[in-house]
């Protein structure tokens, strides 16, 4: 008998910023995903780094079991360092299969916590698309229904660690408070999929004097060009950014904006296209 818990990582963020003084962010989660495969053993993690290694020894503590008869096997579909919640999916993960096996119910909300207290966190474990108080996995708000977009995800290159990043940056200029306000707006008035990438392309552009990327403006001009294109979004603190397809876009829409875009900018590499899905933890027994 295995126990199989998933979380999915993210393109990005649909939003990131500053909210009347306090950090925000609106999760982007995608079918690519953390796994943790449990089997019985001597409490071994097998796969991940320092963070999973933490979120293990803080799950047990908060099950308050003194051993495990079981081994963690992870591994993960996500790249690290490029803004798509690599860490937080392999912690979450963690988290819920040491719940799982010692039978302990971890809400959304403990999960948030506990995942915030070893650094901070996406709201991937969260159904829906989750709005998340990073630093302290508060759970602000869910929009609950989510349009299965698909997205072609482009990397500018490089990695950046999230934590130094804004560690090293607290005096930086804040992204502009009217462009994530009109856009906040734009998600609560319709969960589309024209509004999902109209508020995640003001996000993006609001974050481009926090984390300059190369040619973006331009980038998303040409990306916009095309009717099949909803909007593009960026990883805040990461890398990556994600063309959102409308949900009528042909495969054919999909493959030419692809290979224009692909034409036009060099410093941008198209890795692959996923899709936008529900967050949340999928445990299986198999």
Known sequence: ???????????????????????????????RYSTVVVRPGTGRLVGGGAKACRALALG??????????????????????????????????????????????????????LAASIEPTDGVFCQGLAVIQPETGELLHVFPHVPPLTIAIFDAGGTVDTVAFHQARPDRVRPDAAALFLGWQLLSSSL??????????????????WLPKPDFPAFFRAARRHPAVAGVNVAHSGTVAGVFFCQSASQADREGVIASLSRQFSHWTYTETVHLRSGGISIENR
């Open 192 to 209: 589309t999929d024209r509004q999902i990438g109209q508020a995640a392309t003001l996000s993006a552009l609001a974050n481009q004097p």
């Open 1 to 31: 008998m295995e126990l199989i818990v998933r979380v999915p990582g993210s393109c990005g963020e649909v939003m990131q910023g500053f909210w009347q003084g306090r950090p925000f962010l609106v999760t982007c989660p995608i079918d």
């Open 60 to 113: 047990q503590a908060y099950c308050q079991c003194d051993s495990l008869a079981h081994d963690f096997f992870l591994t993960s579909e996500l790249p690290s360092g490029k803004g798509m919640a690599s860490s937080s999916a392999d912690i979450c993960a963690v988290l819920a299969a040491v719940a799982a096996v010692n039978q302990v119910h971890l809400s959304e909300g403990d999960i948030g916590r």
